[in-house]
C-alpha cells in the first residue's frame, strides 16, 4: 500500500491530498491514510472504505495577535520537534505492520525510514521568516530534515515566471535529494463560468482560531453594509453542528464537499478567501477573481499575497483593513490572466519511485 500523511495544521494539507489520494486510486493503487485530530476524521468521511491511521498530532496553538504568531510558535518548538521524533519512531512499526511499499509524507518531517522510498511534499523550500537572515537559518534547518527523504515533490510548476508560491518553491538553491515539480493540486472540478452569476462573493474560510472567527465577522459586518450584493460563506467548520445569524444577502454553511464547492466556484463572481497555498492552488487554475486576506502573523500568506498581487492575479487587503469599501474597490480591479497549469500522473510518479527509476 501507499501511505498518504497530510500535516494537521488546518485542513489545507489533507484536501490538497486529495487529489493525490484520487489520482492513485483512479490507478488502482492501494491507499492507508495516517492523520491527526480533525483531519483524521474529515478525511474518514470524505473514503468511508480506506483505512485511516492515528498519528502523533503537532496541535500547534496560535496568537491571537498576528505580530505575536512567530513567538508563541518558537514557544512550541521543543514540541514539534518530540512530534517529529515521534512520528518517526510511529512509521517504523507502521511500515512493518501494515506493510507499507511506499511513504507520502505532506510537511511531515519525521515520516522518512530506510526500510522504502519516502517522498516529502512541500512548496515550501524556502520558509518565509520576518527577516532574512532568520529565512536562511530556517532553511537550512529546513534541508536537513528534508535530505533524510528519498525525494521531494513541489507542488508548483517548472518554470519560475509562472511559479505560484514565488521563491518559497523556487529557490536558488534546491536540496540535494531529487526534487519533483508536480504542478498545483486541486480536489475541485472545472465548471463553466455560469453568466449572471448567482453568489457575488463566496467567502472561503480557513486557518486556525482565533483568527478565521475575526475574518468572519468582519465579513458579515461588510455583507450587511451591501444588501444589494449575495454572498455565500463556507465557515471552514466541518465538525459544527450549529448555524450562524446572518443577515438577509449572506447564507453561511459550516462545510461542504469539493463538487459542491465546485459549483459554486463556477457561480461566483469574486471569491474572498484566505492566502492560503492550498485555497490559491485550487481557485486560481479556475480563473477566479480573488481577493486575499493573508492570516495575521503567518510570514507565508503575507508573502504570498503580496507577490501575486504584485503580479495581478490577486487583489490583496489586510485584515485590520477588510471592510465594504476594500470590497467596492476589488471590483474596479484589474486581474491579469492566469498562464495554465499541468500537473504530472502521480501514480506513474510513484511507480518510478517503487521501481527504483531514476528521474
Known sequence: PVLVAPLDWGLGHATRCMHIINALLAANARIIIAASGMQAGWLQ????????????????????????LPWVLLQQLPRIIRTIKAEHRWLQQAVKKYNIDIVLSDNRYGLHTKQVPCIFITHQLTIATPTAITTKIVQRINYCYIQQFSACWVPDVRLTANALAGTLSHPQQLPTIPVHYIGWLSRLQSIPQIANSAIDFLVMLSGPEPQRTI??????????????????????????ATTLAVPDNVTAVN????????????????????????????VLPLGKRCICIPTPGQTEQGYLATYLMQRRWVFTVRQSQFSEAVLKAALSFEFAVIPPSTTIDIATLVAAHLAGETL
Do not use: C, N
Open 255 to 282: 462545510h461542504a464537499d469539493a463538487a459542491t464547492i465546485s459549483a459554486w466556484v463556477a457561480q461566483a463572481e469574486y471569491i474572498v478567501t484566505r492566502s492560503g497555498y492550498t485555497t490559491l492552488m485550487e
Open 215 to 240: 475574518l468572519e465577522t468582519s465579513v458579515i459586518k461588510a455583507a450587511a453594509a451591501m444588501p444589494e450584493k449575495k454572498f455565500l460563506l463556507l465557515r471552514a467548520l466541518p465538525q459544527a
Open 45 to 68: 468521511q470524505q473514503y468511508p472504505s480506506l483505512k485511516v491511521l492515528r498519528i502523533p498530532g503537532y496541535k500547534v496553538r496560535y496568537a491571537k495577535r498576528g505580530v505575536l
